[in-house]
């Protein structure tokens, strides 16, 4: 898999970095995407990308502000003017269907494809039997969600040695012996993959944040997640008015990537009072504590 960040800007666009929205390539797993909110301009980062907007069928909204999910309507009836006809899913918090269903009518807009939308409360969202995905509730000012995406594990690879021990030789049943099942030989025995297969492969971990100032469910969400994606709206010393604003610093949102034990924590959704060169000073406050830190911009590509 590999995560996009199509805009990392807070509240505002800036001329380096658009508004949030990010995209999942499930590359490995399925030809699709997955969009993680859509603020105002997404569609225009998308045409900048090797992205196609059919390919997207599933799309994730945080909360209801605007900077994710002004963009939403557009790229909707992008989409649909394009002549897509797969069908696309909408999961956020309640409000999303008057939202999307009003802004549809009052332009009399009409969709080619089936779209589905889906008002989450916290829990599991769904098992398609290869990912898994978990909205955890967040602190915010309004309601506001974060996802956890796990891969389900995979099988173990197949003992070669022991196969040759055991005088298994090589054919078309090795696929299935891969699969764990039990398959006849020629010589008439019988033989269980399940023996012959090393311990699995535990799947990866995406824990992408809303916004939201620290929290006892955002250890939940990043616990021993391969990737963190969180807010740093602010530096370390304006924590008492982004917490008040419901957000995090830079300094909180590396703290809790040390204490759930993720592997990488990707810092986003900076505050429009953040030019180029006040990057690698916001940077250096997430590494001061957790040394694994990727200041996120617009087009980074990060492989899971």
């Known amino acids: 898999m590999e995560l996009t960040f199509l805009g990392t800007s807070a509240g505002v666009p800036t001329k380096e970095r658009n508004v949030t929205s990010m995209i999942l390539n499930l590359v490995g797993i399925r030809k699709s995407y997955w969009l993680f909110d859509c603020g105002e301009g997404t569609q225009h980062r998308i045409l900048n990308s090797p ?117 298994i030789p090589r054919g078309p049943w090795m696929q299935d012996l891969k699969a764990g099942k039990t398959i006849t030989l020629e010589d008439g025995r019988t033989v269980n993959g399940a023996e012959y297969l090393g311990e699995p492969i535990s799947g990866k971990v995406i824990a992408i944040f809303g916004d939201t100032q620290p929290t006892d469910q955002g250890l939940a969400l990043a616990k021993n997640a391969d990737v963190m994606v969180h807010e740093t709206t602010l530096e370390a010393a304006f924590a008492e008015k982004a917490n008040e604003r419901g957000h995090s610093t830079t300094e909180q949102a590396a703290r809790l990537a040390r204490a759930a034990g993720v592997k990488r924590f990707i810092a986003t959704h900076l505050s429009g009072r953040y030019m180029t060169h006040d990057i690698p000073r916001l940077l250096a406050e997430c590494q001061a504590i957790f040394p694994a830190t990727i200041m996120a911009e617009d087009y980074l590509t990060v492989k899971i």
């Open 51 to 167: 992205f196609k907007t059919p390919k997207i069928d599933k799309i994730f909204i945080t909360h209801l502000h605007g900077d994710h999910i002004f963009g939403l309507p557009g790229l909707l009836c992008s989409r649909s003017m394009g002549g897509a006809t797969e069908s696309l899913t909408l999961y956020g918090p309640k409000g999303l269907k008057q939202y999307v269903e009003t802004v549809l009518s009052v332009s009399e807009s009409y969709m080619t494809y089936p779209l589905n939308i889906i008002e989450i409360q916290a829990g599991q969202l769904f098992d398609d039997g290869e990912l898994i995905v978990t909205a955890y509730p967040l602190d915010h000012r309004v309601e506001c969600y974060g996802y956890r995406i796990e891969e389900h594990a995979k099988s173990g690879a197949l003992d070669a040695e022991r196969l040759a021990q055991d005088n």
